[in-house]
Each structure stands twice: as structure tokens, then as C-alpha cells.
């Protein structure tokens, strides 16, 4: 299906956008990384509480934790825009980041080797922890070939900028996400190459499945591919050490069970991926990306 051309005012906001993109770029690459990285975080923890996203986040924090009081409430919303600040800021340098090899540390990173050396294709999965776009680089800078679904911009000069851009650290291999995307992620995994999937945000018509104590729809995607593969979801995190230092954890891998039943076999494997999900936040709450509205939409309503 052919997209719609835009509009002229369209097309002059986009290149407008681009081009406030450029200059932001270009501020931020003559800084030292450290410097970019408590920028973001210092602007986001003024702007973020003036945005409607910082109800989003006091919401989404009273859910997973019913029982804290206003005082650690206030302190976690105050930390998690320190780290969505620096994220955000630290995506537009992501390879002065990933060519410091002092910046990211792996962990159980002889698994990617032995993934490798295998030729054993994988379904990777992982959440929006820390600054995540850390965990995809990783991945195709090992010796892993790996296919890295995306969402593309709206903006089409910007999404020709984020890919080129992201070329410069690595990311390479693109699949883009509904019909198209689903077939060359089946044609990868057919080759024996692995894909990596986020998985922790709402999925529209996707498997209802608990995840800290309220149903929320999540993408059935990795749990299919991995069982019709016959393969492993293999989960990975991204934690942020201290400032633009980062440590990822390629966790344990998650076995699926096959008991013929699609169906119920694909929800036992969303419901596994919610359960990692979950222990990572608890484990470090500051780092998850809290603005996004997991839960249906009804739960926000009610919260106003």
C-alpha cells in the first residue's frame, strides 16, 4: 500500500523538525560524553513534571508499587526522568558511546559466543530499561548476526537520519514491524540468524497477560517465533552504572514448553517475558521507561 504524499505544511514541519534535529546533534557532539548525558538529565527533571507524561509516570509507579508512600514516589519520578533525560540525550551520541570500550560492560557475554558459534538462532527479547538502544548495539557488535525490529518515525527526514545514524555504531540490520517485517524476521530466523524484540509495552489486540498484578496486552511476536523455531527467548537488560557507563546482563534463557496447543503454549511464553519484565523494574526502578501507558487505557482514565 502506497503511503499518502503530505501536505506541503506537512512536509515544511517535517524538514523544520529535521533540522532542529541537526542543530541538536551538533550541539551535543561537541560536548563531552558525560556532559550530554547530565544535560539531558538536568532539562528532563525541569520539563518532564510540566508534561502530561509525569501523571503517566506517578500512575504507572502507584501500580507497581501500591504500598510506597508519596515521599518515595516523589523520589522515584524525580529518578526516573533523570534517567529518560539522559537516554534521551545520549541516543544522539550512541556511538562515541559504543566505541569507548571502557563505557559498556557485558555480562555472561560468552553466551552471545556460544549463540554464534552454534549458528543457533535466537529470539532476543529485553525491555526499555536503562538507555536500551545499548542492548542492540551490543548484540550486532558481537559475533552474533542478528536481525533489530524498529518502529519507524513519522517524520520521514528525521527516520532517514536515526537509521543513517545508527549505521555509525553498528545497527545495521532492520526489520521494519508489521506484514513486510514479520516475513524477513521469519526469513532470518529461517537462515539461522537471530532477531531481538522489545517486548514490555502495549501491544493493541496482542495476548492479555498479567504483569504486575493488572492484565495488560503484550505482542505475542517472540513468544511465536520462538516456539515455531524451536528455539529459546533469550532476555537481555541494560543498567546504568554511573552516568554514560553502562552494564549489560545477558540473562539465562527462557525454555518454551510445547504441548500442542498454540494457543495456550504462546500465553504461557508472554506470561515468562512479563515475569523477567517485572524482576528487572523491581530490581531497578529508576531505569524502566515509565511514561508509557502499559495498561489499557481505561486504567488512566480512572487515575485522572
Given at each position: 500500500m502506497?503511503?499518502?504524499?503530505?501536505s506541503?505544511a506537512?512536509?515544511i514541519?517535517?524538514?523544520?523538525e529535521a533540522l532542529?534535529?541537526d542543530?541538536?546533534?551538533?550541539?551535543?557532539?561537541?560536548?563531552?560524553?558525560?556532559?550530554v548525558s547530565d544535560f539531558g538529565a538536568?532539562?528532563?527533571?525541569?520539563?518532564g513534571?510540566?508534561?502530561g507524561a509525569?501523571?503517566?509516570a506517578?500512575?504507572?509507579?502507584?501500580?507497581v508499587?501500591p504500598?510506597?508512600?508519596?515521599?518515595?514516589i516523589?523520589?522515584?519520578?524525580v529518578e526516573?526522568w533523570?534517567?529518560?533525560g539522559?537516554?534521551f540525550?545520549?541516543?544522539l551520541?550512541m556511538?562515541?558511546?559504543?566505541?569507548?570500550?571502557?563505557?559498556?560492560?557485558?555480562?555472561?557475554?560468552h553466551r552471545?559466543?556460544?549463540?554464534?558459534a552454534?549458528?543457533?538462532?535466537?529470539?532476543?527479547?529485553?525491555?526499555?530499561?536503562?538507555?536500551?538502544?545499548?542492548?542492540?548495539?551490543t548484540?550486532?557488535?558481537?559475533p552474533?548476526?542478528?536481525h533489530i525490529?524498529?518502529r519507524?518515525m513519522?517524520n520521514?527526514?528525521?527516520?532517514?537520519?536515526?537509521?543513517?545514524y545508527?549505521?555509525?555504531y553498528g545497527?545495521?540490520?532492520?526489520?521494519?514491524?508489521g506484514?513486510?517485517?514479520?516475513r524477513?524476521?521469519?526469513?532470518?530466523l529461517?537462515r539461522?540468524?537471530?532477531?531481538?524484540?522489545?517486548?514490555d509495552q502495549?501491544f493493541?489486540?496482542?495476548?492479555a497477560?498479567?504483569?504486575?498484578?493488572?492484565?495488560?496486552?503484550t505482542?505475542?511476536?517472540p513468544?511465536r517465533?520462538a516456539l515455531?523455531?524451536?528455539?529459546?527467548?533469550?532476555?537481555?537488560?541494560?543498567?546504568r552504572?554511573?552516568?554514560?557507563?553502562?552494564?549489560?546482563?545477558?540473562?539465562?534463557?527462557i525454555?518454551l514448553e510445547?504441548?500442542?496447543?498454540?494457543?495456550?503454549?504462546?500465553?504461557?511464553g508472554?506470561?515468562k517475558v512479563?515475569?523477567?519484565?517485572e524482576?528487572?523494574v523491581r530490581?531497578?526502578?529508576?531505569?524502566?521507561f515509565?511514561?508509557?501507558?502499559?495498561w489499557?487505557?481505561?486504567?488512566?482514565?480512572?487515575?485522572?
Open positions: 502506497t503511503q499518502a504524499k503530505p506541503v506537512q512536509d514541519l517535517w524538514r523544520l532542529a534535529f542543530v541538536v546533534i551538533l550541539f551535543a557532539r561537541m560536548l563531552p560524553v558525560d556532559m538536568w532539562f528532563f527533571k525541569i520539563a513534571p510540566l508534561t509525569h501523571k503517566v506517578e500512575i504507572n509507579l502507584r501500580i508499587f504500598h510506597a508512600s508519596d515521599a518515595e516523589a523520589q522515584l519520578l526516573q533523570d534517567n529518560t539522559r537516554t540525550l545520549e541516543l551520541i556511538d562515541r558511546i559504543i566505541g569507548s570500550p571502557d563505557r559498556v560492560e557485558v555480562v555472561n557475554g552471545l559466543n556460544e549463540i554464534a552454534k549458528q543457533e538462532p535466537v529470539v532476543f527479547v529485553s525491555g526499555h530499561f536503562s538507555n536500551f538502544e545499548v542492548m542492540p548495539a548484540i550486532v557488535n558481537s552474533v548476526k542478528c525490529t524498529y519507524a513519522n520521514p527526514h528525521v527516520e532517514k537520519r536515526v537509521r543513517d545508527r549505521f555509525r545497527v545495521r540490520y532492520f526489520a521494519p514491524k506484514g513486510d517485517g514479520a524477513e524476521l521469519l526469513t532470518a529461517g539461522g540468524e537471530s532477531v531481538a524484540l522489545m517486548n502495549k493493541n489486540g496482542g495476548v497477560a498479567p504483569i504486575f498484578g493488572l492484565m495488560a496486552h505482542a505475542p511476536g513468544s517465533l515455531r523455531f524451536n528455539t529459546v527467548l533469550q532476555p537481555m537488560s541494560v543498567q552504572r554511573y552516568k554514560a557507563r553502562f552494564r549489560v546482563v545477558v540473562h539465562e534463557p525454555h510445547h504441548t500442542g496447543n498454540m494457543t495456550a503454549d504462546i500465553e504461557a508472554v506470561r512479563n515475569a523477567f519484565i524482576e528487572r530490581e531497578r526502578p529508576a531505569e524502566w515509565w511514561t508509557h501507558k502499559r489499557p487505557s481505561d486504567t488512566y482514565k480512572r487515575s485522572r
